[in-house]
């Protein structure tokens, strides 16, 4: 560029037209021999394959960038798992080290790849002055995918944009600006292309790239590649967000009357280039929860008499800060070892030893936290509380009939924990309260579990879905206040289901506890809930009392008084986000057709099969008739997870255990995860359409959540967040970089996101994933459908 500037100070000097023209042929000369350089060097990496024409090079890229994710064939190719193997043992997170020394024989073999910093091998070697490429290996496949005349057209168009630069240089441009534009421009070509752009972005290795497997796919159809990311044919409406519709389903924020007003700032266009993270500056430090710790607007409540201080009060702003993590973090352990101890360093409370430790909660033990699986109503074990319910009620039928479980003030989750041991989900929850990380420890164990209290509002779950609720001195006074809290127990319960009530007034003499038994006693009663069974655990002398449900209105009719009240016909029970608490009963379903009406198929029969009150008549939320919908979805999720994530994204799901699904629909992707040792939250974004009902009566669980807001869990609990076309719907009303800070939040270190959306929300994740230091772990883009998993390292900004 130097030269070219002196040939024409010489010219304008000389005002000679020879010169300036044997110049300008001399600079042409040079990009030419640049583009040829760099073209030769990114066709095929040297000595991965056979020599072949040009033909069946173009053929192969594609073939093999898409071999991950074949719909017919089981898994990846020996040589492309051992490369994922490789990569993530020669990746230890190094926070913000780059790796610039790399050798020119291995940088000949290198597609491209990401160092710690997310910058790529090409961007390290712009300084030739050819940044027609994009600066990862999507460009670079879908350049291949080309042919030839189109890359000759861009690489003229690339010397004619040069040349133009060339003769204007009196702007005095910077080589530094040159640079950046042309990188910018590189960044911006070919990403909403109709061809396949792949990129597969290995991270680093220790001072070494790792060279990328391009070739090694053999002579595959390729009609057949990337099915399983994106299917074809019958599957694809199911990636066509467009086409998407609310079907036989409200959506909950048009059911819930009194939610919040969400989010609506808009969100700047183009590519986001760089974000600025801080540290919380928070009293909760390492334990911050946005929602439930937001001291000012606790500090304004007029009144705490029913937990106010304990629900959810927002922050005007979400925040975008990041949360500390705690000294001496470590990977958690691995479920099921989990379930009996965990690393103290990962949870440093002990409060909960000192209180608790008598009634075999939790104990301290050197480096970690250990749980015998006792509480307050077990102390010599869940196991033994669990079957003591069944014996003493031989209709429940744990993990056959009564399989989804709602167990209040859960404390550090052992009764659901050991549940589990009888094939029982259990949504577990308790307060964020003086009982110091409850459920914290319970997620850090692996066992589900959420932030809440029962207060003022509707817990964010439907009507009608819960098997079983159970309350073992959760400390909740379900009689007061006409019963209300009791009454929205009632409206969660399944009709038919059971309450199980495991508290000393149950087996006490005591006064206090003899007028609480009599005020519940009346109270159910009035509520038609028939008392089952009343009796004494020796063992672990404790008493409980089992109450069922009716499963139809002829109770209700026959009341003497009207009290509780029946709720207003206008009133819909499955409306419950920010929906206040009312004391009144909702009258049961009538219609065999209508949910509620009869009890689910068996547990695992219920978990493919379509709901009895799903039928063609309605739509599905693809537009499918909804039973034809259910089974494409089903058979959709099911192939993905068996032929791409589990074998495809270099995850080792032996690490993961809490899962999340940020934008489930019918639960199909935790359906497809049924055979593995993790468990999944299932979110039903409140403007999306309402078919939270459908995961439960599968025999899964999950909540009603607006993702403009922080979730109610704490930092650090989740192994693997699954985000499919979320982002690009939560666009519309609020920013994304809160939202992803939120991410980065639930997520554990060394956590992963997938997350499946357009071109468009896919790079700008990807840079902000990057801010973040986090590892690309693969982009995928198929007709401006995109991919990408990421995964959380340990970096956090320096205050």
Not at 636 to 649: A, I, N, P, T
Not at 730 to 752: F, M, S, T, W, Y
Request: net charge negative; aromatic share 8%; glycine share 6%.
């Amino acid at each position: 560029m130097a030269f070219g500037k002196s040939s024409r100070a010489d010219a304008r000097r000389t005002s000679s037209s020879f010169c300036s023209t044997t110049t300008i042929v001399v600079f042409v000369a040079l990009c030419l021999v640049g583009v040829w350089m760099m073209t030769s060097s990114t066709v095929t990496p040297v000595d991965m394959s056979p020599p072949s024409s040009k033909s069946d090079a173009k053929d192969q890229v594609p073939e093999t960038d898409s071999k991950l994710f074949e719909d017919n064939s089981g898994d990846i190719t020996e040589d492309s798992e051992k490369l994922v193997q490789k990569t993530h043992e020669e990746n230890p997170v190094k926070g913000n080290e780059d790796k610039t020394n790399v050798g020119a024989e291995d940088t000949s073999k290198t597609v491209t790849y990401s160092d710690r910093n997310g910058k790529s091998e090409e961007e390290k070697v712009q300084e030739g002055g050819d940044a027609s490429t994009e600066t990862d290996t999507g460009s670079r496949a879908d350049g291949e995918g080309n042919n030839s005349e189109q890359k000759s057209d861009e690489q003229d168009k690339n010397l004619a944009e040069k040349s133009e630069k060339a003769e204007n240089s009196e702007q005095q441009e910077t080589n530094s600006e040159k640079k950046s534009e042309e990188e910018e421009k590189s960044d911006g070509d070919g990403k909403d292309k109709g061809q396949i752009q792949e990129k597969v972005e290995q991270s680093e290795g220790q001072g070494t790239g790792q060279i990328s497997d391009d070739n090694n796919a053999g002579n595959q159809d390729k009609d057949k590649a990337s099915n399983e990311v994106f299917p074809s044919g019958a599957q694809s409406e199911l990636l066509n967000e467009t086409n998407t519709q609310n079907g036989a389903w409200s959506t909950q924020a048009a059911e819930s009357k009194n939610e919040k007003e969400v989010q609506a700032s808009a969100s700047s266009k183009g590519q986001l280039v760089g974000y600025n993270w801080k540290l919380c500056n928070v009293t909760a430090e390492a334990d911050y929860i946005p929602c439930l710790d937001n001291e000012e607007a606790i500090r304004k409540l007029p009144s705490t008499k029913h937990y106010e201080h304990r629900e959810r009060h927002c922050p005007k702003e979400a925040p975008t800060c990041l949360v500390h993590v705690p000294d001496g973090y470590k990977r958690p352990i691995d479920w099921p070892k989990s379930r009996d101890k965990v690393w103290y360093s990962n949870v440093p409370h002990t409060k909960l030893a000192v209180v608790k430790g008598h009634q075999n909660w939790v104990k301290v033990s050197g480096e970690y936290l250990t749980f015998p699986g006792g509480g307050t109503q077990f102390k010599n074990g869940a196991l033994h509380y669990i079957d003591f319910i069944q014996q003493s009620l031989s209709d429940i039928a744990w993990g056959e009939k009564s399989r989804v479980v709602l167990d209040v003030g859960c404390g550090v989750a052992s009764f659901g924990g050991y549940l589990f041991d009888r094939g029982v989900l259990t949504m577990s929850f308790a307060p964020k309260d003086e009982h110091e990380a409850q459920v914290q420890f319970a997620l850090e164990r692996g066992i589900p579990a959420v932030s809440a209290v029962m207060g003022t509002k509707r817990l964010p779950y439907p009507s009608k879905v819960f098997d079983v609720v159970h309350c073992a001195r959760c400390r909740v006074p379900w009689h007061i206040e006409g019963g209300m809290l009791l009454l929205e127990l009632n409206r969660l319960l399944r009709p038919g289901g059971y309450f199980v009530w495991s508290a000393t007034p149950v087996y006490q003499s005591l006064p206090e506890d003899v007028d609480v038994w009599k005020a519940m006693s009346a109270l159910t009663k009035s509520m038609c809930w028939k008392m089952v069974n009343k009796t004494n655990d020796t063992f672990n002398q404790v008493g409980l009392a089992i109450f069922r449900k009716p499963s139809d209105n002829k109770c209700y009719e026959k009341r003497m008084e009207n009290n509780p009240p029946l709720c207003e016909e206008s009133d819909d029970p499955d409306a419950a986000w920010n929906v206040p608490l009312q004391a009144c009963m909702h009258k049961l379903p009538v219609d065999p057709d209508v949910r509620g009406s009869k009890w689910p198929e068996q547990w695992p029969l219920r978990l493919e099969k379509a709901p009895y009150w799903l039928n063609n008549s309605q739509a599905g939320v693809y537009g499918k008739p909804a039973v034809e919908d259910f089974e494409a979805d089903y058979q959709h999720w099911k192939r993905v997870v068996s032929k791409s994530y589990v074998s495809g994204m270099g995850i080792n799901w032996s690490h993961v255990r809490n899962v999340m699904d940020m934008r489930s629909v019918y639960g199909g992707f935790a359906t497809a995860l049924r055979d593995m040792k993790v468990w999944v939250m299932n979110i039903v974004s409140i403007d999306s359409p309402d078919t939270l009902p459908v995961i439960y009566e599968r025999g899964l669980f999950g909540t009603y959540h607006d993702w403009c807001e922080s979730f109610s869990t704490y930092p650090r609990t989740y192994d693997l967040l699954h985000a499919d076309h979320l982002f690009s719907k939560l666009k519309k009303r609020c920013k994304l970089q809160p939202v992803i800070a939120e991410v980065d939040r639930i997520l554990r270190p060394e956590g992963n996101l997938i997350v499946r959306d357009n071109v468009e929300i896919i790079n700008e994740i990807e840079n902000i994933a990057k801010s973040l230091h986090w590892e690309i772990r693969m982009t995928y883009s198929k007709d401006n459908e995109g991919l990408l998993c990421v995964q959380k390292t340990m970096w956090r900004p320096k205050e």
